[in-house]
């Protein structure tokens, strides 16, 4: 379904060395985890006979049994539909090897032997196996085996098996045994045909260059790493940045399986590690030293990370026939129901961490500043000019402009905000907007624009009490002029307040707050321009002194607060039509397009990751459970694609603003869209 897997890594209770106990626990745990619905199941290193067996490794009753137990797990197994990837010590060709075996349907469908033997410490495996490195290259005399070209070796009771570290899945058991549904998207009818595993054990991770570069730039989505990792302290902490990291320069999904309290022996301690990260982001970690079995669920979306790697370059250029010709293949691979072990945030664009708020904030107001006083000093502008609403998006601005302003040891009285109150306009906002530019002690002009719109409508024709986009514009435009023709009375520039959500949907008047000399705004979505201003309304109140402002009592702060408080709590609103009875505003954005948390997470998932109409609904419908109804999102969805579609032309011509994101819509940077496109598929 939309490309998700449910994948599952398991830490058993075992005991060192008896394969007989070892085996059932694994074939119980796997049966719990097929059951669960997980298509893909990862243990330990090692795991039949245990990782600290040390010299009883030599004992060939300890090998004959870890074999047998391989074939018993696959007979057990057959009928769960799931691959189960299990470690287990093979004796191939005359060398002993560390393995990674997986099976599926009854069989085992691939080997794949360690090839970074660790060798320091309390680490000794060169004593015990050989590296599988020359295996994979395919040497050792060994015969040419299946039609994939790996090399295979023998196993009594399985047969010829492909020895790799590259699996494909071949999508041959397409649609199920009992599945009637014409719906590509149905869980059953997935065939697993997107996804491609590469595989690491345990040290393989750990050294300068992990195999699993290369096989992810051979087009592995899903790294799988069987390991027997001991604990220390600090070393946990270690281990999860690698997985993070390594999945982030992969841009894969890593699934990481270690050896549990269980296999604790003589110095060493194991914790038990589980995790399963996507690019970059932890999906499930276990707690560690748990005494009991453990198991991590995880769904992991394929989809999405074989539509990110399309547009990087890196992946396109590597010559891959080397090792897709080793490729084993899988039957098939089954795809999720439904999403039950994956959080979906409903706001993609906000910092989740509470922790890292501050560090995320200080970043973004970093870059904007950096940008608009580059700006500034290469134009030698005297002056900033803005036009100040009492909205969120000129607030933001506003902020960005005084910091920006403190950062080159400017007077903050060189910022020039302009109100420009029209028919729309509310006490409640121009009050805001006064008070905002006291605070923060910038030069504050009136120009009052309904006069001249009077005028520009009598030069027209046009009726003044027809309310319709025409109104609209001959008031955005005549802002517009002023702010223009004021900053070059003033030689400055004029700063565009628009935000990414407003760019997204063209909620903007063409040449008009469309336009200006520098966007601070630009590639910030609505979402975020909350987040950051409540973070500055918090920190103006805690730590007043570095706002950039020159609050230099926590009096003084705790007014700027309230007024930025006040302003987050204001409808959205271009304030173009008049008023309601009670002069409040009447002309709310949200209620004409849709909330505005709904069109930033259909933009990331579409603008970021390709994701179709079906699969943005599914989406929003998962994420925002219970905060928006069906209707509403289906609403906003539909909105959402025409407007992105028809709007692109206002897009194709923006200003200048710097890229603060991974997500920027500036035909200079993320975004090159033609303006006349057809919305026809997607809608």
């Not at 994101?661 to 809608?683: C, F, K, Q, V």
Request: aromatic share 8%; net charge negative.
């Amino acid at each position: 379904m939309f490309g998700f897997y449910r994948f599952a890594c398991v830490s058993p209770v075992l005991k060192v060395a008896d394969t007989a106990c070892n085996t059932e626990e694994i074939i119980r745990s796997a049966k719990i985890a097929a059951f669960n619905g997980a298509a893909f199941v990862v243990f330990p290193e090692l795991c039949i006979t245990g990782y600290t067996c040390g010299d009883l490794f030599h004992q060939e009753l300890l090998l004959q049994n870890s074999t047998r137990a391989l074939v018993r797990i696959a007979d057990a197994l057959k009928e769960s539909g799931a691959v189960i990837a299990v470690g287990l010590p093979l004796r191939l060709f005359g060398r002993l090897y560390n393995c990674a075996a997986f099976v599926q349907h009854g069989r085992v469908v691939a080997i794949t032997p360690k090839i970074h033997l660790p060798n320091q410490r309390e680490f000794y495996e060169k004593r015990h196996f050989s590296s599988g490195r020359d295996l994979l290259r395919g040497a050792c005399g060994a015969s040419a085996g299946s039609a994939a070209g790996a090399v295979t070796c023998f196993i009594e009771g399985a047969g010829e098996v492909p020895i790799t570290n590259f699996i494909t899945v071949s999508g041959r058991a397409s649609g199920g045994l009992n599945c009637t549904s014409n719906n590509p998207n149905c869980a059953s009818c997935s065939d697993g045909s997107e996804v491609r595993v590469g595989v690491e054990l345990c040290e393989d991770l750990w050294t300068p260059a992990p195999p699993s570069g290369e096989l992810a730039l051979a087009g592995a989505n899903v790294i799988v790493n069987l390991s027997a990792s001991d604990a220390l302290v600090g070393k946990r902490d270690y281990r999860r940045n690698l997985v993070m990291n390594q999945s982030a320069r992969c841009m894969a999904a890593y699934v990481y399986a270690s050896a549990g309290v269980h296999e604790s022996t003589t110095d060493m301690v194991f914790s038990g590690h589980l995790m399963i990260a996507e690019n970059g982001s932890m999906l499930a970690e276990s707690k560690p030293f748990s005494r009991e079995t453990e198991i991590v669920y995880a769904e992991v979306d394929v989809e999405r990370l074989n539509m990110q790697r399309l547009s990087e370059g890196s992946f396109q250029d590597f010559d891959s026939r080397a090792i897709i010709a080793r490729a084993a293949t899988l039957d098939c691979l089954r795809g999720c129901d439904t999403l039950q072990y994956r959080y979906v945030s409903p706001t993609p664009f906000v910092p989740g961490s509470p922790e890292t708020r501050d560090t995320s904030c200080i970043e973004i107001f970093n870059i904007q500043c950096a940008g608009l006083a580059k700006r500034l000093e290469a134009t030698r502008s005297k002056r900033a000019v803005i036009g100040l609403s009492g909205g969120l998006d000129s607030t933001l601005a506003l902020l960005v402009v005084a910091e920006t302003f403190m950062l080159l040891n400017r007077p903050a009285c060189e910022i020039l905000a302009l109100t420009m109150p029209g028919f729309g306009t509310t006490n409640r906002t121009r009050n805001n907007a006064v008070e905002l530019a006291k605070l923060l002690g910038v030069e504050l002009r009136s120009v009052d624009i309904r006069k001249a719109c009077l005028q520009h409508f009598a030069d027209i024709g046009h009726d003044p009490q027809k309310l319709d986009v025409t109104y609209e514009n001959v008031q955005a435009r005549e802002r517009t002029q002023i702010l223009m023709d004021i900053a070059n009375s003033e030689g400055g520039i004029v700063i565009g307040t628009g935000d990414l959500s407003e760019i997204a949907l063209g909620w903007s008047t063409y040449n008009a707050d469309h336009m200006s000399m520098y966007a601070v705004n630009c590639d910030i979505p609505k979402t975020l321009v909350r987040h950051i201003v409540r973070w500055y309304a918090d920190r103006a109140i805690h730590n007043p002194s570095e706002t950039g402002v020159h609050l230099e009592t926590r009096e003084k702060g705790a007014e700027l607060a309230a007024v930025l408080r006040d302003i987050l709590d204001t409808p959205v609103s271009p304030e173009l039509l008049p008023a309601d009875s009670n002069g409040q505003i009447a002309q709310k954005t949200e209620s004409i397009l849709g909330a505005y948390e709904l069109h930033d997470f259909f933009l990331y998932h579409f603008a970021k990751y390709g994701a179709s109409p079906e699969k943005l609904r599914y989406l929003a419908k998962y994420a925002f459970a219970n905060r928006h109804s069906d209707e509403e999102i289906d609403k906003a969805l539909a909105v959402f694609i025409r407007r992105f579609f028809t709007q692109q032309f206002k897009r194709s011509c923006i200003p200048d603003g710097p890229k603060v994101g991974t997500i920027s819509l500036s035909p200079r940077a993320d975004w090159r869209m033609p303006s006349d496109a057809s919305a026809s598929d997607w809608l």
